[in-house]
């Protein structure tokens, strides 16, 4: 018996919902497979659609999902570079 699966979705052919942080792509049926971000991250890769039993396979890499509070180790490293830029101002 095959597994059910409808198709093999690229991640960037489907649509993020960034206010419900799940990705989303069409299903035949009307309704449209859905699989969240949190999901993604654990390493899940089927996406499910609520009103029939098709599922589709995501494919993707770690390091296509958005970010999650990386921005906050940015802005330090950011800071110390403008903290060294201000003491060779001061040198010269
Ligand atoms: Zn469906």
Known sequence: MAEPFYDEIEIEDMTYDATLQIYHY???????????????????DVGVCPSCSLMIRVVFEAEDLP??????????????????????????
């Open 26 to 44: 069409p299903c035949p049926c009307g309704d449209r497979f859905e699989i969240s971000l949190a999901d993604l991250r654990d390493g899940e």
């Open 67 to 92: 970010k999650e509070k990386e921005e906050d180790k940015e802005e330090v490293v950011e800071g110390e570079q403008m903290e060294v830029a201000k003491e060779v101002a001061v040198a010269a």
